[in-house]
């Protein structure tokens, strides 16, 4: 194998350089040319490859969001677009692929190395999880993730300070897509009142009670973590309002897009380069197709297929001591 090439896609995440400087040096130091893909597949559908050597990745490990730039690719979705992206890879002469991403872009990742099959080509490729979300079954943690969470108990912070001094209640809308994993973690975290995730069913009237309760015991203020995969932060407030009135003042806040940037945390960085060298040398083994992930502080690698076939699994026992210790 000579020559490589790294791509981000999906949403970016803190932590993606991170990983895509990995790739670039740690590829290099193993003979190879490195080639880096702007824009995901919708960039690699343009041609817009470049080589990249050591330099071009300085500076890069501490910040967030990815020097490669990311896009969300509708025409790589279509069989047109798969064959476009075989054609351009094969012309750059790039006998393997790394793609950091979420679960769209693995299955990108997969269909583009279903195509080469179905010409009787092999093509080494692997998948760096890279999202905020944490929402694929096959690994412990995404990278991004733990990022996310912390900027998230920043920001709780900030509100609880407001929240506590005006007697107010606050709905605190997170991100996650689907999945409920930044509203958990960053709740027991940040010691919120309540809860709200897509995984345990919305029952408004415990919200109320809760709010009511702690109001007897003299606690005039919580915090409510809502995920997005619930319902949205003003849909939240009105169903509240419905029931409580004038009796307890309400705000809310979307967090949105602080949860995407700022510098990757720790835990990210040091995964990102530790997925980024396990890609790698997956490729030198023409590893045909895998995704990368930790379980157990171990870097794990599956089939794509087996990978992506695994559920999420909602941590209960994280949620049901956040339960048991919120006041
Ligand atoms: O997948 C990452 C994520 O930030 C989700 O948490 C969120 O729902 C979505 O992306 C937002 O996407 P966009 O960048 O298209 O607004």
């Not at 490195?34 to 071009?56: C, H, M, N, P």
Request: glycine share 12%; with cysteine.
């Amino acid at each position: 194998m000579n020559k490589i090439a790294v791509l981000t896609s999906g949403g970016d995440a803190p932590g993606m350089n991170a990983a895509v400087r990995a790739v670039v040096r740690y590829g290099i130091s193993r003979g190879l040319k490195v080639f880096g893909i702007e824009r995901g597949y919708e960039g690699l559908l343009e041609g817009k490859l470049s080589e990249y050597d050591a330099r071009r990745v300085s500076d890069t490990v501490h910040r967030g969001g990815t020097i490669l730039k990311t896009a969300r690719s509708a025409r790589f979705a279509t069989a047109e677009g798969v064959k476009d992206a075989y054609e351009v890879l094969t012309a750059f002469g790039i006998e393997g692929l790394v793609v950091i991403g979420g679960d769209g872009s693995f299955r990108g990742m997969q269909d583009l190395q279903h195509y080469f099959v179905s010409r009787g080509e092999t093509f080494a490729c692997a998948g760096i999880p890279g999202t905020i979300d944490n929402d694929l079954g096959y690994t412990d943690f995404s990278l991004g993730f733990d990022t996310a969470v912390n900027t998230v108990l920043s920001a709780l912070s900030n509100i609880r300070d407001t929240m506590t001094s005006h007697d107010r209640v606050c709905i605190v809308e997170v991100m996650g897509r689907k999945c409920g994993d930044i509203a958990l973690y960053s709740a027991l975290g940040g010691g919120a009142e309540t809860i709200l995730v897509p995984e345990v069913p919305l029952d408004i009237e415990a919200v109320v009670t809760r709010i009511r309760r702690n109001k007897i015991k003299g606690k005039n203020s919580d915090i409510i973590v809502l995920a997005e995969g619930v319902t949205d932060a003003e849909t939240l407030k009105t169903l509240l309002k419905d029931r409580l009135g004038n009796e307890q003042s309400l705000r809310t806040i979307k967090l949105g897009y602080i949860q995407r940037g700022g510098a990757p945390s720790s835990f990210d960085r040091l995964f990102a380069s530790r997925c980024a060298v396990r890609a790698v040398d997956i490729l030198l083994n023409n590893g045909v197709g895998s995704v990368i992930g930790i379980k157990n502080n171990e870097i794990i690698n599956l089939p794509i297929d087996e990978g992506l076939a695994i559920k999420k699994s909602f941590n209960k026992e994280l949620y049901d001591i956040a339960s048991a210790i919120s006041g």
